[in-house]
Antibody
Framework: EVQLLDSGGGLIQPGGSLRLSCAASGFTFSSYGMNWVRQAPGKGLEWVSAISGDGERTYYADSVKGRFTISRDNSKNTLYLQLNSLRAEDTAEYYC????????????WGQGTLVTVSS | EIVLTQSPATLSLSPGERATLSCRASQSVSSNLAWYQQKPGQAPRLLIYDASNRATGIPARFSGIGSGTDFTLTISSLEPEDFAVYYCQQRSSWWTFGQGTKVEIK
């Protein structure tokens, strides 16, 4: 059974940093692209970042480019998102999501981890 | 960036009725469109990919159609568990989502 377990969220001050993790199990992790998607309270879904299965290619939404870094450790079946220079507008539930195949939609999602940026 | 516009924002229907949701892209996305369902407090669930293919385990009452810029998700007969928010997503350029359509009980 495929499982994605998001963690690492919390309350952080503006300008601060946080690292989110997504522990994957039940599939060959290195064979699939992975993504982070966020959802601000009461709002819609916003794609944040993607990484290829081998970790060689990464992609970012303009809203986070230069501040967030996606990475993965295939030996640990874990996806990461490093969040730097956090702003109030980064407050959201952050979900990791697995691609069905290369550039395919997301067939499995984590349960989400809440990041709150506030002083 | 390709913008997806969903309509209506809210759909008020009764169980057993037919739901028709629309997603329009600002430029052609070919058939590279997916639909998701999200219930309160839960992660989204993939319903439809490549415009018309049901994901694993999705009931036959969910169907999708369209190509280019205009897409439709139809729920043929609403079950109580279908009242939720639905999002479309495109992948022709990097991923973007529509703003969502809420299907609520009338």
């Amino acid at each position: 059974e495929v499982q994605l377990l998001d963690s690492g969220g919390g309350l952080i001050q503006p300008g601060g940093s946080l690292r989110l993790s997504c522990a994957a199990s039940g599939f060959t992790f290195s064979s699939y692209g992975m993504n982070w998607v966020r959802q601000a309270p009461g709002k819609g879904l916003e794609w944040v970042s993607a990484i290829s299965g081998d970790g060689e290619r990464t992609y970012y939404a303009d809203s986070v480019k230069g501040r967030f870094t996606i990475s993965r450790d295939n030996s640990k079946n874990t996806l990461y998102l490093q969040l730097n220079s956090l702003r109030a507008e980064d407050t959201a539930e952050y979900y990791c999501a697995k691609e069905m195949g290369r550039k395919q939609p997301f067939d499995y999602w984590g349960q989400g981890t809440l990041v709150t940026v506030s002083s | 960036e390709i913008v997806l516009t969903q309509s209506p924002a809210t759909l008020s229907l009764s169980p057993g009725e037919r739901a028709t949701l629309s997603c329009r892209a600002s430029q052609s996305v070919s058939s590279n469109l997916a639909w998701y369902q999200q219930k309160p407090g839960q992660a989204p669930r993939l319903l439809i990919y490549d415009a018309s293919n049901r994901a694993t385990g999705i009931p036959a009452r969910f169907s999708g159609i369209g190509s280019g810029t205009d897409f439709t998700l139809t729920i043929s007969s609403l079950e109580p568990e279908d009242f939720a928010v639905y999002y479309c997503q495109q992948r022709s350029s990097w991923w973007t989502f529509g703003q969502g359509t809420k299907v609520e009980i009338k």
